[in-house]
């Protein structure tokens, strides 16, 4: 580790890891609950037209990403809502939109080819610069900052529209919340994992939390444990075995994930065994709020 703290590029690298691994579990446990597992994939893909306007307009490709995905993000809630769309089918023009729209821009850039988008969709932690750092901490505190400030609506969202509508919260404004944050979340993390794989960042600490605990708050805390966790493991791994930084983050998640299957099916069984022929399987402890079957929270 001292080798790598010896490095300014690795100290960036490190900083960014740090944020990204943070910042992009605590989203993306409100898409889990949401059954919106897949939304960074759509915006991550719509990055990529961003980025290339970036280039197009000589303009930083992170700033342009920021707005596009942003853009993009309202849209799937238009299209959604307006439109009669489900979200799967929603999320599929993205997935297209967003991809033509990025090989069409970087053609036009001057000076670039499809190979600049390289960095963009496998990450390239070790190119960060200072600018770079000093953007994705920005990005990170409005994420931070909006989710700690509607936590308690979108928690309500979350779990059930028709609960929250009834509550009289704005679903619709809360909504565009949600899928505006996470685009947020894909630019600032875009740079470390990749668009191609910020989603698994996203998705598989919560996944791997929600095996052990059954309260949300331990899962979002768990689950942010475990993204800052991978991120400095996968970057430390990707120095010094020489293998690409994004994937090595995303694998190490994966086998938490897998990690922890196994230990909640231990805990569970534990727990079962201790309650004895009194108790249930399915009765959930004292104090805490029962997830489904899916791995959610019932309401």
């Known amino acids: ?48 037209t961003g980025v290339a306007l970036g280039f197009l307009t000589s303009t930083s490709p992170v700033v342009t990403a920021a707005i596009v995905s942003a853009i993009g993000a309202g849209l799937i809630e238009l299209v959604r809502v307006r439109a009669r769309t489900s979200g799967d089918v929603a999320l599929a023009l993205l997935f297209y939109g967003g991809i033509a729209g990025g090989v069409l821009l970087i053609g036009l850039a001057p000076g670039t080819t499809t190979a600049t988008l390289t960095a963009y969709l496998f990450g390239s932690v070790s190119t960060v610069s200072s600018g770079d750092i000093a953007m994705v901490a920005v990005l990170a505190v409005l994420v931070l900052g909006t989710v700690g400030y509607f936590g308690r609506e979108l928690f309500v969202l979350c779990q059930d529209e028709e609960t929250a509508r009834a509550h009289g919260l704005p679903v619709r404004m809360l909504s565009l919340v949600i899928a505006v944050t996470a685009a947020l979340t894909v630019v ?89 022929p009194r108790g249930t399987a399915g009765t959930p402890a004292a104090g805490t709020i029962p997830q489904t079957e899916q791995g959610g929270i019932t309401s």
């Open 1 to 48: 580790m001292t080798e790598m703290l010896q490095l300014d590029f690795m100290r960036r690298a490190l900083l960014a890891a740090v944020l990204v691994g943070m910042v992009a579990p605590v989203i993306g446990t409100f898409l889990v609950q949401r059954r919106l597992a897949l939304l960074g994939d759509g915006i991550g893909h719509v990055a990529l």
């Open 188 to 276: 600032l993390a875009m740079r470390v994992v990749g668009v191609l794989l910020v989603s698994a960042l996203m998705v598989v600490p919560v996944a791997a939390a929600q095996q052990l605990s059954r309260s949300f708050r331990v899962t979002l805390a768990l689950a942010v444990a475990i993204g800052v966790a991978a991120a400095l493991g996968g970057l430390s791994t990707a120095f010094y075995a020489d293998v690409a930084p994004g994937a090595a983050i995303v694998l190490l998640a994966l086998g938490v994930f897998a990690a922890a299957v196994a230990a909640g099916y231990l805990l569970r069984s534990a727990r079962g065994a201790a309650r004895g």
